[in-house]
Every structure is written in structure tokens, then in C-alpha cells.
């Protein structure tokens, strides 16, 4: 990818690209994400794909032909070291040809079934004719051909021999975006990473080639929609002055299959529209989404539709007129249908007059109006019952309405995982909610099944992920949070893929194909989730982070006006035990699962241990399965986790031989950070419920290394990502 901030013109950029291959090792600061081009240092395999690809056509067309010529042009000139010769058919050359399959020579297009790949699919194939070998990278439309070259420079990333590379693939899942939680004032809701990339003042006239890079990176890995402002929705993105830059970005992306999408304020007629009120069943209102609709669409044609949050945390929605989640998103969904948009609308909702488990409410909320909602709108739904939690089980609604099209949201930027200086792989996390069984139509009726709608056969199938990205350099503060964003757009295109294949993709094309760094790397990465919870929330704790941030631990605090918002009502450790009793005898948001899902978690002998204080209160001494107490297992599991943070460092500090120094001192210190975190986390923690259970540490664990007073004392007035409201 190019170096930020140079705009250069692709007849000098070459020279200067094969300057920054011979340099980049030493300098790579990570902005060019996956995509860094630099040539192939192994000899051999250099020589091959030079051989095999003599020459390149690429068919005639539009703006994204233009871009996939201008990838390959960068790809493959970075790659092999050699400029890009485009052509048009030779026989007597080894060929690359990206065509679409109407448009291919005839002798290949027999050769090729298109009959399975849906309009963003592609096929690669290697097809030898004359003693000539082609590679062929074909598919119905455009953007089908832009995703198979991604791919196609993938494979060379990754050193695959040309020869055996045979694909097939089209996305299991229709809508795959990132929603950017950004405000106006590019300040960014739990964002870690800097500013927001929106420079909204300079738009539309200054564009700036971060948004051409966005553009690339997410093709690259099949990301089709954007949403480019927060839920927490500010309504002046809706009026002329700011639909004009919003209509630079999509003109910007529309060459790349990304859509853009807004947040639409569900009080915006008001605001914005001078109306009286806002209550979907008044005509006026009606009208003014619609009027509003028509004047996006007559800017932006392919705009994506509305994503919303209503009635939640304090957000304007149906609700205050007495009206439901139905009633409000009919009205969007009215005004978006003929342009065939799309309203999001979201399920994370808990109210403080609602006395109820808050991990219920969504699901009392939406569940009984299953299938009622119009064909083009969504729920979108958190991947579990409370927010986004280092552990939680599956949300159960995704087992809960087979009648309604459910949008899967995860959070990519780690508003509770360590913000952006812990390495933590996140994919891992996806991967465990994915692969979770729901068992609405039996045993194999897993979440990823019910997201890509082959369950129920859905017509509308979507993935959202809550972006990690800013103006730092190399866009999400943490090197290794860029392959939060890359596995997560992965599992938006095949949501059963794993994450091990996935990681190995990652650092195959962002650092190093030698297995001598990728085999400890990866383990590494795959072990980094368990790391936190266990260092963070063990045995199924969840959410007692200190609150508005949300940065470090606060299970002590218990003072704040809704009783949901305090760390104590999630954990309510007392004189007996701790933990959440969702059972029968609790909130019974068991009943809310299939029934063999409430009866393994309903029994603390059958729960999973690691979702153990997520449904049971138990007993200090009650006994765990290796035979100690819960609160030795507590101490155990915490130093666990630091322990792991340790091994990491060690992994980390022998890969120097590997990684270029820049990045190899970022992850070094903060990997320091995350290792002094973890120790606060369990030292704060474990002497936080130890007034409680008045028993001594285990002898695994380390001694604290302060006292409670001052973890309490702690204070981080300007802890970034935290809106001004929330202060
Ligand atoms: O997790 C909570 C966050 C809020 C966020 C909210 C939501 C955008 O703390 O910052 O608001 O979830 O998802 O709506």
C-alpha cells in the first residue's frame, strides 16, 4: 500500500515502490496493512511467478476494471520486482487473464463453470493450452473479479504455487461492514487508535488517499458496507451540507463494493426537519424519512440504508411515543424499499425502569414480534446477552427467531479487551460465538449457520463489526489489531472458516512467510483470548470494568444511578460466594436458551467452567472439577492469565530476527503495558473479593503487588473513547 500521506501517479510510483521494497524491512511503520508489496526475497520462487506470469490481461470496463489494474499494477510490479506488461490475449505467453466469463476467450470460458458463484463470486483457475499456462481469475460481475484478484495477490503473498491454485468462492453472507462508531467532531465512541479518518471539515473537496486505502483493504478482504458514524447518532449527517461529503466517500468506494451506510437518529425529523414530533405513526414523519430517502438516492444511488439505535442508553426511538422497535424501523424500512436499502436495526437495548436481568431484555423486547418485520430490514444483534464481554455465551436470541433475518455485531476495537495495547486475537473470539450450537433445529444448529441464514433460509444475511480503526499510522494503534480487522472481514465472507487458517494468512502478508516466526506467532495469537479473560474476567465474571471508560478493573463500584451500570450487579459477590444465579432459582434468563443448552448451563456440574459465575452463584469453597475451591480456581486462573502475558513477551522478544525493528519495539512495549495491566487486574480483583471470602491466596499466586486502597484510588479522567456525556 502506498506510504501515507505521498499521492503519487502510478508512472513514478513503480520506481519509488522498488525503493520502498529495498527499504522496507527497516522502516515499515504498518500502514500498508496486508497489502505491502514488497518483492519476494525468495529466489526461486521469484523466478517461478515471474515465469508464470509474462503478461497480464485485464478486460476492458469501468471504474473497478480500472481499480483492479491499478492493484495488479502495484501488486504485482512490488512482487515480482518488474514492471507490469498489460495486453491483450497472447498464445505464446504465459498469461494472467482477469476477465469476466462472457467476456473470456472461448477455449477458457468451456473450461469454466460459473453456475454456483453468486455475483460477488470468482473462480481462479489454472488452465494450460498450447504448452502456454494461463491463470485465470473470472466471474459474473466486476466486483466478483476485483475480490479473485485480492485473492490471487494473496496466494503470491503467501508463496502458493500458481499451478494447483484452484478456487471457488462467493461470500456466505450478503451485507459484511464495519460500523464506525465516529462523531462529527472526530472524536471516536471506544475508539483506541486516534482520530476518526472522516475528515468531515476538508470533505468533499480534499481527499485524502487513506480513504482510497480503506477503500483497498477492505476489498481485499470482502468488506462490502460502511456505516460511517456512530449509533449514538448526531442528525446534522443527514442534512445537505454533510450528505455532499458522504456522497465523495461513496463515489470514492463505489469502485471498490464498498456501500456506504449512516446512522439515522430516529429524532432527526425534529432536529433536523423542524417537525413537532418524531412518532412514527404521524404522517409528517412519515413523509420526512421518505423525502429524506429520495434525497440521498438522488446523490448517492447505491446507498446502503439506515443502521439505528433507538430506545437505548439514553437514544431517542419509537418507544417514546409509546410505539415499538416494529413500528419504528416499518417506517424506515417503507422509505428505503423502492431504492432496495436497508434498515440495521439494532437489539442492544435495556431500559432502567425495567427491573428485569438486563442479559433478558433484548430478547423480551424483539423476540415476539418474530417475522413481523419487513423483508429489507435486519437485527442486528451482539454477539452476546450484555456488551461485548471477554467471554460471554451466545446471545440467545440468535436461537430465538427463526422468522427474522439477524445480523451478527462484533466488536473489533477492544473497548473490554485492553483497549488498543493489548494483543488479544479476536478472531478467536468470533470463531468460539460462531461455532456455538444454538439447537433451534437440533444438534449443528450453530450461530454461524443462523447468521448466514442457511438455517432458516433467510433472504437477508448480514455482519457488522464495531471498527478498531484511526489516524494513527498504521490505523489501529496495536500492529496486531490489524488482524482483528482482517479476520473479522474474512469471517464475514465464510463465517465457518477458523481462526488458525486465518492467522496464518495474517502473518504470512503482514510479516514473514518463514515458519520459524510464523509457528510461535501463531500459537501465540491463538492463546491471547483465553489470556484475558483469564487475567480479566475468569470462570465467567463479566463486566467489572471500572465504569465510563471501561479501562481497568472497577468490581468495587456500586454507586451508579442505574443499578445495571454497577460492576457489583454483575458479579454480587458476598459473605457466601459469587457469581450471577440466571438459573430458576435467579433471572432464569436460562429459559431463553434451547432446552438442552438450560439444562447443561442450569446444572454447575454439567455448566462449562468457563461460563460458571455467568449463571451460577456459588458457594467460596464450592469445589471445581480439578478437586480446589472456586476461590483458589479464582486465584489460579488469574495468575494463569499473567503468566501467559509472560510466555508472550518471551515468544515476542525471540522473534527480533524476523521483524522489521519499528514494529518489533511497538509490540515489545506494549506487550510491557499488558503484562503491568494484567497483574493490576488480578491484584485489584483477587483483593477486592478476598473482603469477601476471607480466605488467603492460593500458593500459585503471586502476592499483589498493592494494596486495595490503591487500586480504588485509581482515577483516568481522560482514558480516550469515552463520549463527553458519559463522564
Ligand atoms: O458497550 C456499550 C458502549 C457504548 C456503546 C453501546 C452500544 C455506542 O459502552 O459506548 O455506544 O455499547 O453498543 O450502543
Known amino acids: 500500500m502506498m506510504k501515507h500521506p505521498f499521492k503519487l501517479r502510478s508512472t513514478y510510483f513503480l ?212 456505516a460511517l458514524t456512530n449509533v449514538n447518532a448526531n442528525a446534522l449527517i443527514l ?26 437518529r430516529f429524532s432527526a425529523p425534529m432536529e433536523i426537519g423542524g417537525l413537532e414530533t418524531a412518532d412514527p405513526f404521524d404522517p409528517q414523519v412519515i413523509q420526512w424519512w421518505k423525502d429524506k430517502a429520495a434525497e440521498i438516492y438522488k446523490s448517492i444511488p447505491d446507498f446502503g440504508g439506515f443502521l439505528v439505535k433507538a430506545n437505548s442508553e439514553g437514544q431517542p426511538g419509537p418507544q417514546n411515543y409509546g410505539r415499538t422497535h416494529l413500528d419504528g424501523a416499518k417506517v424506515l424500512a417503507d422509505a428505503l424499499a423502492q431504492y432496495q436499502g436497508t434498515v ?17 431484555q433484548a430478547y423480551s423486547e424483539f423476540v415476539p414480534d418474530d417475522g413481523k418485520y419487513p423483508d429489507n430490514v435486519l437485527i442486528q444483534v451482539k454477539n ?45 473470539l468470533f470463531e468460539e460465538v460462531l461455532q456455538s450450537d444454538t439447537y433451534q433445529k437440533g444438534e449443528g444448529s450453530t450461530v454461524a449457520k443462523v447468521v448466514d441464514g442457511s438455517l432458516n433460509t433467510k433472504k437477508l444475511t448480514g455482519m457488522a463489526g464495531v471498527s478498531n480503526i484511526g489516524t494513527d499510522a498504521n490505523w489501529t494503534g496495536h500492529p496486531f489489531g490489524q488482524a482483528d480487522w482482517y479476520g473479522f472481514g474474512r469471517l464475514a465472507w465464510d463465517p465457518s472458516m477458523n481462526s ?10 503482514t510479516f514473514s512467510n518463514n515458519e520459524d516466526f510464523i509457528n510461535p506467532v501463531k500459537k501465540m495469537m491463538l492463546k491471547s483470548r483465553e489470556a484475558v479473560v483469564d487475567y480479566m474476567n475468569p470462570l465467567g465474571l463479566h463486566h467489572i470494568f471500572d465504569t465510563g471508560h471501561h479501562y481497568g478493573p472497577g468490581p468495587w463500584v456500586g454507586n451508579l444511578s442505574r443499578p445495571e451500570w ?118 485489584a480483583c483477587m483483593l477486592y473479593f478476598q473482603t469477601f471470602s476471607q480466605m488467603d491466596f492460593p500458593k500459585e499466586m503471586e502476592s499483589p503487588e498493592n494494596t486495595l486502597e490503591h487500586y480504588k484510588s485509581l482515577k483516568f479522567p481522560y482514558a480516550p473513547g469515552i463520549r463527553p456525556q458519559w463522564d
Open 344 to 360: 440495521i436495526w439494532r437489539a442492544f437495548v435495556y431500559s432502567e425502569h425495567d427491573a428485569d436481568d438486563r442479559a433478558k
Open 384 to 428: 452476546g446477552p450484555i456488551d461485548f464481554q471477554p467471554r460471554e455465551p451466545f446471545h440467545p436470541m440468535f436461537g430465538a427467531m427463526p422468522n427474522t433475518p439477524l445480523m451478527m455485531e462484533f466488536q473489533i476495537t477492544k473497548e473490554y479487551l485492553g483497549f488498543a495495547t493489548h494483543l488479544v486475537y479476536l478472531p478467536k
Open 566 to 683: 454497577n460492576p457489583v450487579y454483575y458479579h454480587k459477590a458476598d459473605q457466601e460466594g459469587i457469581g450471577f444465579d440466571r438459573t430458576k432459582t435467579g433471572s432464569n434468563a436460562l429459559s431463553q436458551y434451547a432446552p438442552e443448552l438450560a439444562e447443561k448451563f442450569g446444572n454447575p456440574e454439567t455448566c462449562p467452567e468457563e461460563y460458571l459465575l455467568w449463571f451460577h452463584h456459588l458457594p467460596w469453597d464450592y469445589q471445581l472439577k480439578n478437586g480446589r475451591t472456586l476461590w483458589d480456581g479464582l486465584g489460579i486462573k488469574y495468575q494463569q492469565g499473567v503468566d501467559q502475558v509472560k510466555q508472550m513477551i518471551n515468544t515476542w522478544e525471540n522473534m527480533e530476527p524476523y521483524v522489521d525493528q519499528y514494529r518489533h519495539n511497538q509490540v515489545s512495549m506494549l506487550l510491557g503495558i499488558q503484562l503491568k495491566e494484567a497483574k493490576w487486574w488480578r491484584d
Open 15 to 226: 520506481s519509488f515502490f522498488v525503493l520502498l521494497c529495498s527499504m522496507s524491512f527497516a522502516m515499515s511503520n504498518g500502514y500498508e496493512l496486508w497489502l505491502n508489496y514488497s518483492k519476494i526475497s525468495d529466489g526461486a520462487i521469484l523466478t517461478s511467478y515471474q515465469n508464470r506470469l509474462q503478461s497480464v490481461l485485464v478486460e476492458e470496463g469501468g471504474q473497478t476494471m480500472e481499480a483492479i489494474k491499478k492493484e495488479l499494477e502495484m501488486g504485482l510490479g512490488g512482487l515480482l520486482g518488474t514492471e507490469v506488461r498489460f495486453k491483450s490475449f497472447q498464445a505464446s505467453e504465459n498469461q494472467l487473464i482477469v476477465s469476466k466469463i462472457g467476456s473470456l476467450p472461448k477455449a477458457f470460458r468451456e473450461e469454466i463453470n460459473v453456475d454456483n458463484l453468486s455475483d460477488e463470486g470468482y473462480i481462479i483457475k489454472h488452465i494450460e493450452k498450447s504448452g502456454k499456462a494461463y491463470l485465470i481469475i473470472t466471474g459474473r460481475e466486476d466486483i466478483g473479479l476485483l475480490y479473485g484478484t485480492f485473492h490471487f495477490l494473496r496466494a503470491l503473498k503467501m508463496h502458493r504455487p500458481l499451478n494447483t491454485l484452484n478456487v471457488e468462492e462467493s461470500p456466505k453472507v450478503d451485507i459484511r461492514m464495519l460500523n464506525h462508531w465516529d462523531n462529527l467532531d472526530r472524536t471516536v465512541e471506544r475508539g483506541y487508535s486516534g482520530f476518526s479518518i472522516w475528515n468531515w471539515q476538508t470533505l468533499p473537496d480534499y481527499i485524502d488517499q487513506r480513504y482510497i486505502d480503506y477503500a483497498r483493504a477492505n476489498a481485499s478482504i470482502g468488506i462490502n458496507g460502511t
Open 500 to 509: 488458525e487458517a486465518i492467522a496464518d494468512e495474517w502473518l504470512r502478508t
Open 239 to 264: 442534512t445537505p451540507q454533510y450528505l455532499e461529503k458522504v456522497k465523495a466517500l461513496a463515489d470514492l468506494f463505489r469502485p471498490y463494493g464498498l456501500k456506504v451506510y449512516l446512522t439515522a
